[in-house]
């Protein structure tokens, strides 16, 4: 069975850093890309980047470019988004989910993650 | 970057209605158009792909059509359990872009 488990909910103040994760199982996690979305509260879906963990080849849409960074550790099959600087309007539910097919960058998100909440309060 | 113009932005329909729901690309993207339903406090579900192609256990009464910037989602026969948000998605260039959703309720 497939499945994305995405790190708990997190609080951090304006300024802090942050790094959530995704870890994939039950296929080859190398072979998949994985995608970020951002959901603001009460706002639609963003779609913010992709990655492909068998070379780490990283996409960027360019309303996210140089304010996250999308990483992924294929040896514990795992995607990160990380931020190095944390600001109030980065509060948001982040999904990660898995393309529908192989070795394709151009593909639906098939499989998704239960979302990591994310609030930045001071 | 591609925009994608979703409409209307919310619906109230009866059940069994039919509903449809339209998107329309900024530039043609040929097929590469997804459907998702998003239910409160879930993740996303993928319905639709590539335009037209039922996603995994999803029922009938959803379709999907459309090729280069205009597409819809049809729902055939509404029933309780579709309230929801739909949102499309154009994919292309290992760049991906949704649309604003559209909530759909029960009249």
């Known amino acids: 069975e497939v499945q994305l488990v995405q790190s708990g909910a997190e609080v951090k103040k304006p300024g802090e850093s942050l790094k959530i994760s995704c870890k994939g199982s039950?296929?080859?996690?190398?072979?998949?890309?994985i995608g970020w979305v951002r959901q603001m509260p009460g706002k639609g879906l963003e779609w913010m980047g992709i990655i492909y963990p068998g070379d780490s080849d990283t996409r960027y849409s360019p309303s996210f470019q140089g304010h996250v960074t999308i990483s992924a550790d294929k040896s514990i099959t795992t995607a990160y988004l990380q931020w190095r600087t944390l600001k109030a309007s980065d509060t948001a539910m982040y999904y990660c989910a898995r393309g529908i097919a192989p070795n394709s960058g151009n593909s639906p998100f098939e499989y998704w993650g239960q979302g990591t909440l994310v609030t930045v309060s001071s | 970057d591609i925009q994608m113009t979703q409409s209307p932005s919310s619906l109230s329909a009866s059940v069994g209605d039919r509903v449809t729901i339209t998107c329309q690309a900024s530039?043609?993207?040929?097929?590469?158009l997804n459907w998702y339903q998003q239910k409160p406090g879930k993740a996303p579900k993928l319905l639709i792909y590539?335009?037209?192609n039922l996603g995994t256990g999803v029922p009938s009464r959803f379709s999907g059509t459309g090729s280069g910037t205009d597409f819809s989602l049809s729902i055939s026969s509404l029933q309780p359990e579709d309230i929801a948000t739909y949102y499309c998605e154009q994919y292309d260039n290992f760049l991906g872009t949704f649309g604003g959703g559209t909530k759909v309720e029960i009249k």
């Open positions: 530039e043609d993207i040929s097929n590469y």
């Open positions: 039950g296929y080859r996690f190398n072979n998949y890309w």
């Open positions: 590539d335009a037209s």
